[in-house]
């Protein structure tokens, strides 16, 4: 017969189960050796000793220094649960500006048909990449300057992330495709989310963030899909320098170069365009 969560937190003692179920009450799962020490009253020394109790014991997992996670009941017996990866992600970021980009952004706003197992982030600040209970974290250095494009998201009930809005996802994926499984799939993201993109949105972005690569591969993108913004186009135009990028920077350097763009293409026409078959 299963039992039922009172009767496992009785089986914590009293103070453990204080701190779990203060904690659910304050709807953080998520919680900081300093809450240890303010729920329990216990000196940080103590508060250490019992938090390694409950990790030890499959209650607690711990993802960083100080920083740990409360393992839901019904998982109790696997030991470890990493909780929302993206909420996750801010907390690793210990306040630091930062959003969930890439193709983590893309999973967000339902841009692709893959499930994904690295999350991407975008910061300022340098920060060390890591792997927490078999998911990796990674972590994309960008100039202040480029921090721009980020609006709010309700990763549960309860918690919010940053995470770049659609049109800013689409140019990272444009300027760096490694990030996103290659520029097919980034095309493929802005073909399924093409309604409800700004296309001077996404241009303004584009010729703000003022990254050669990302200016050609956009426009020829817009090209391609056959997108009705003469202007928008033409602004982007007006920006190319004389010399060649690749379209996917993942490919090798083969395939015909295009003038107007100032592309190699190392992925074929037929290939993007598949993507509206599909």
Known sequence: MRTNNNDRLKTLGPQAARLVTTLYERGRPLFTLAEVVEITQLREAS????????VGRGVVTRLRAGLFILVPFELRREREDLGNPYVVARELMEGKPYY??????MDIHGMLTQPQFVVSVTSPWPVRGRTVLGTEFRFVRCKPLAFFGVADYWADK?????????????LDGLRQPEYCGGFTEVAKGFWMRRP????????????????????????YLLETYE?????????LHSRLTASYQLLDPLLPAEGPFVARWRLRLNVSAEEILAVVRT
């Open 100 to 105: 969930i980009s890439h193709a983590s952004a």
């Open 227 to 235: 997108i009705d913004a003469p202007a928008q186009i033409e602004r």
């Open 158 to 170: 309860r918690e919010k992330v940053m995470v770049s809005d659609i049109e800013r996802t689409v």
């Open 47 to 54: 508060a250490r000793s019992f938090v390694r109790k409950l």
């Open 196 to 219: 409800d993109m700004d296309v001077t949105r996404l241009v303004e972005y584009a010729l703000r963030l003022n990254v050669g690569a990302a200016i050609r591969r956009l426009g």
